[in-house]
């Protein structure tokens, strides 16, 4: 992938998480999922005052663009941190993302981690669900 869309989607990701809704925990999260046809579909955390209902935000994304009739992705970026400031630490994505990543996404699919548009680290699906139950383990 190019050094110019890993930052466009680093910046769109930052950018994402100015929309999260998090007056419970207060951790800001925002994503931005590259398209396959090289759109960029956002997402951010929705809490719920019923904690259960909270969404994180690579399932909005993923579920943005499933919705919009997207199925096929290249990478997705992910920015975390506490609300109204710049990120502290990289945010992984949590159990439930990686396995929903591993429903539309192989092995190789990059996840960029963000701190700013220039401080990333970078994993692969499968460095981060290695062994993954997937649709392929179905039939
Ligand atoms: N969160 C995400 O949006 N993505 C993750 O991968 C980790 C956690 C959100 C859920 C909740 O709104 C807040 O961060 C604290 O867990």
Do not use: W
Not at 57 to 64: K, L, M, S, W
């Amino acid at each position: 992938m190019e050094e110019e869309i890993k930052r466009a989607l680093a910046s769109a990701a930052l950018e994402a998480r100015k929309q999260a809704y998090c007056p419970y925990s207060h951790f800001a999260v925002g994503t931005a999922l590259l398209t396959a046809d090289g759109d960029i579909v956002t997402g951010c955390n929705v809490e719920c005052a019923s904690y259960g209902g909270t969404n994180c935000a690579e399932r909005t994304a993923i579920f943005r663009a499933i919705a919009a009739g997207t199925r096929n992705f290249s990478a997705l970026a992910i920015a975390g941190g506490v609300e109204g400031v710049e990120p502290e630490a990289f945010c992984p994505p949590c159990g439930i993302c990686r396995q929903v990543l591993a429903e539309f996404c192989g092995e190789d699919f990059p996840i960029l981690l963000v701190k700013s548009e220039r401080e990333r680290q970078e994993y692969t699906l499968g460095q981060l669900l290695p062994a993954a139950f997937g649709p392929g383990v179905m039939g």
